[in-house]
């Protein structure tokens, strides 16, 4: 039977196994949100890029290693403080995996609530927005512009060398060419246009609605940080009842 003594190790072994654990549940919590964000038709890494953007960048696809990094960091520091409470606090001491993996669950919830929320409700909307235009502006097609180019050539002026009898029938055509180059001209910017209000309609089509985007991933988001606890507190009990028992082989040889 483990006791709350055997498994109260120095403050200092608290914070590395809190930080193993803290990293591990991180890269668990990643593995979801990624997850949530497919659901969503958006990328898996795009989790990663929300984060990054989080901290003032620009959206680009090469945000993702430091999503990624911003995101374990801060589980592992979480995990760090995790360990500092449970080693320090005597009431607070694991005795085993059911109290380990509920104190794990009760930081998770508090790390949803003091960390994911006040961003969620501030600054994730706009960056999510920011995210889904950019990845639309990349998906959807250039309107045509060699319709423009093609036209501008437009019907050859008649030649001088032609026989015509009089210099008026030379000028009626010049005029007509004009003409007919300025009416194909209007046309081709008149398609152009309305190709550009057809892209635009399509991009406002295919956009979610930003308001149940961000419902989803608060629901994926606390679904993750729970999960995130209770493997952040199944591998830090874990790794304290090790050496609990490494602790016991060395007092028996002695």
Known sequence: MLTQKS??????????????????????????????????????????IIVAMI???PYSNSLIPLGVAVHLITSTVIG?????????????????????????????LIA??????????????????NVMKAMNSQMMPTGSSG????????????????????SNTGGMAGKGAMSGNTGMGEKSRMMSGSNNGMNNNQMMMTM??????????????????????AVLGAVTTLLLIKTQARSKEKSKLV
């Open 7 to 48: 498994l109260h190790p120095p403050i200092g072994r608290g914070i590395i196994y809190g930080a193993i654990g803290g990293l591990v549940g991180g890269i668990v919590m990643y593995a979801i949100m990624s997850a949530v964000m497919l659901a969503m038709n958006m990328g898996a890494n795009c989790f990663a």
């Open 55 to 57: 901290t003032g960048q």
């Open 80 to 108: 760090a403080i995790f360990g500092i409470v449970i080693t320090s606090m005597r009431k607070l001491r694991i005795t085993g995996f059911a109290r380990g993996i509920g104190y794990g669950v009760a930081t998770g």
């Open 112 to 129: 949803f609530v003091v960390i994911f929320l006040p961003i969620a409700m501030t600054v994730m909307p706009s960056k999510m927005v």
């Open 147 to 166: 319709m423009v180019s093609g036209d501008s050539k437009g019907p050859t002026m008649p030649s001088s060398s032609n026989n015509m009898p009089s």
């Open 208 to 229: 979610p609605n930003p308001a149940k985007l961000q419902g989803m991933i608060t629901e994926g988001s606390l679904l993750g940080h729970i999960v995130f606890g």
